[in-house]
């Protein structure tokens, strides 16, 4: 596979051509930025941590019949991926409150939702990625109610998939974001499943595992990715 041009550089990862048209190399950068980027740093080895960590969700998630636009490993920070036109529109699920709930609806963290709650937020840095619900979806045009549908039942999906699986390796998943894209006129679950997308606690000590040691500025960030990592491979 040729690496082609930088089509996009983002947050966390960039994207390049290769030389053919529907396939894109993801590279995973060590950068981390919350806050809508105010807040910046570097997490040493994350790009490496969080490629492993997502090539392994994703193959996961396909092993159960959830499409994603995986398609393999090729490096240490980069993963082949089909070439999404991206839905943007982000899907959060929560199984346990925390983050943006707590704050949205003055809730203490830690308690466990009785059944998943999911949240749409409209995809736009500018706007600070509010909080949508399908009317403004439909409003805007980000995508039509039948990919809406898939959207919706893939994301209760992966959360039964991925809860299940970290739950066998001693991790609750608390809750995380994903988002969609369209390929060749099929919804596909795309962008990255790590640490810095999904928030994990011990199950037995509830310690984080995730990007809010960083946003939190708690310490012993590396080592938080390098045990998910370690229990995920277990
Ligand atoms: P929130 O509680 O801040 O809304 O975050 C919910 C989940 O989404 C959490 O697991 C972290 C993830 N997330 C992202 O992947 N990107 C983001 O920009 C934000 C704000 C959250
Ligand atoms: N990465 C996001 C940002 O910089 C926020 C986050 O993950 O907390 O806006």
Known sequence: MKKGKKIYEGKAKILFDTDKPDLVIQEFKDDATAFDATKRGTIEQKGVMNNEISCALFRLLESKGIPTHFVKKLSEREM????????????TIRNISAGGLSKLLGIEEGIVLKKPVLEYHYKNDGLHDPLINDYHIEMLGLATDKEMKKIKDYSFSVNEILKDFFNKVGLKLVDFKLEFGRHKGKILLGDEISPDTCRLWDKKTNEKLDKDRFRRDLGKIEEA???????IKS
């Open 80 to 91: 082949l991926v089909k070439k999404l036109d991206i839905v943007m529109v982000e899907v």
């Open 225 to 231: 990715y390098q045990e998910v990592l370690k229990r």
